[in-house]
């Protein structure tokens, strides 16, 4: 792979920085901002971090250069769906959560903490998980989705747990499986390269194009160990074939 020259990666450094600061300044910000939706329905509060998602994506576009390029939106079916999402970077949540009308997300307990963040968390009826807990959090885990499912909405999950860097063996988790299986939901296989261009714990923000592909959904009903080898084999894929024909740009 060529060396990117000393003056690119300057400039990209120096973009990523300016970047860098609109982004966490833009962010924070726009959750305070938006503090007093709180007492307003729902979907205001869900227009509004459409709002936040676009501008998010308008800054990546005109100071960095990235476009995020989406396809398979037809694939997505009406009504209530499990959503299970490569995830390789922080903007993956954004990106995610823009796809559709009513989202919600499967994050980490120790986010509620986070000011501002936690107050959207639970504002946003997101689903909080203590990734090292026993039966009684996987039960009260399925019993959010379902009350979130029986609502209508879309729940996200990244069923590898964490980031990953692009073309690292995949490591699935069994709980996308167990709630598949208890929901009786359809899943929706979503792949990306976003870490091809905002690298996981990287400054640098490259240039370039970010492909998500909405892959077909997987019907309620498997049994869980195909569902699982299922589902992994049509995101990593997917996934493959973005890094394959784009190389990593740095």
């Given amino acids: ?10 400039a990209v450094f120096a973009r990523s920085l300016i970047f860098n600061i609109a982004f966490y300044l833009f962010f924070s910000g726009a959750m305070l901002f938006g503090i007093p939706l709180f007492a307003f329905p729902r979907r205001l509060r869900q227009r509004y971090i459409a709002w936040l998602n676009s501008s998010v994506f308008w800054l990546l576009r005109t100071i960095c250069g990235l476009e995020i390029d989406v396809t398979g939106r037809e694939r997505i079916p009406a009504g209530k769906l499990l959503v299970a999402a490569k995830h390789q970077s922080a903007i993956d949540n954004f990106i995610v959560w823009s796809l559709f009308a009513d989202p919600t997300f499967i994050l980490k307990s120790e ?3 986070v000011p501002l ?51 690292s063996p995949p490591q699935y988790k069994r709980g996308i499986a167990l709630l598949y299986i208890n929901s009786e939901a359809p899943c929706l296989p979503v792949a990306l390269n976003t870490g091809l261009y905002w690298p996981r714990r990287k400054f640098m923000r490259w240039p370039g194009t970010i492909q998500v592909e909405i892959l077909a959904p ?33």
Avoid: C, Y
């Fill in 1 to 10: 792979m060529p060396q990117k020259s000393f003056l690119t990666t300057a």
């Fill in 117 to 167: 963040l936690g107050w959207w968390m639970k504002a946003m009826r997101m689903i909080p998980v203590n990734r090292g807990g026993g039966p009684s959090v996987h039960k009260e885990l399925n019993k959010r989705v379902a009350a979130e499912l029986a609502d209508n909405r879309q729940v996200m999950i990244f069923p590898e747990g964490t980031r990953t860097a692009p073309g």
């Fill in 218 to 250: 997987i019907a309620p009903g498997m049994p869980r160990d195909d569902f699982l080898a299922l589902l992994q084999e049509r995101i990593e894929t997917a996934a493959n074939r973005m890094l394959a024909s784009r190389p990593q740009p740095a």
């Fill in 111 to 113: 986010l509620r903490f």
